[in-house]
């Protein structure tokens, strides 16, 4: 009696195969995926974003009080004062670190400390000036932008 072998095995194109999609994944996605910077800048921009718009709800509805975004390096901070933006905050908010190594900046200049402030109708002050268009930027393995138009209307940049 002469039995047929039954090779248990994997051909070479099944091994060629396998190898070439490892290596696009290795190449590919796992940089994208062990990278925590360009997440942590969109992260930002969103968290920073709606950061202004509800410090700017607060300023149009509080119209006996000032609301100030102080911005550092490593975090930033609301506060809050009872009439102008002077002297001794009444509440000060805690401060809410950076995440990822991604910081913020103004565009006009690059300082990395600067504060907003609000109007009655709510248009944002940068260090005490208007801002029209792309006004800060989030800084970490990208670069994105933080639009303020001069109407108060608070964005993402472009």
């Given at each position: 009696m002469h039995r047929a072998r039954q090779h248990a095995g994997f051909t070479l194109?099944?091994?060629?195969?396998?190898?070439i999609l490892i290596a696009i994944l290795a190449v590919v996605?796992?940089?994208r995926l062990l990278t925590s910077s360009s997440y942590s800048a969109f992260t930002l921009q969103d968290e920073f974003i709606s950061e202004l718009r509800k410090v700017q709800i607060m300023a149009m509805n509080n119209q006996d009080r000032c609301y100030r975004l102080s911005v550092t390096d490593t975090h930033y901070q609301?506060?809050?004062?009872?009439g102008a933006c002077s002297g001794t905050p009444v509440r000060t908010d805690a401060a809410q670190p950076f995440q990822g190594g991604a910081s913020l900046a103004l565009l006009?200049?690059?300082?990395?400390s600067f504060n907003i402030e609000f109007n009655l109708q709510?248009?944002?002050l940068v260090d005490g000036a208007p801002c029209s268009g792309n006004c800060i930027s989030i800084?970490?393995?990208e670069t994105l932008f933080l639009a303020i138009e001069s109407e108060g209307y608070i964005h993402d940049g472009q």
């Open positions: 194109v099944e091994l060629v195969t396998t190898i996605v796992i940089p609301v506060s809050r004062f009872n006009n200049g690059g300082a990395s709510g248009v944002p800084i970490a393995d």
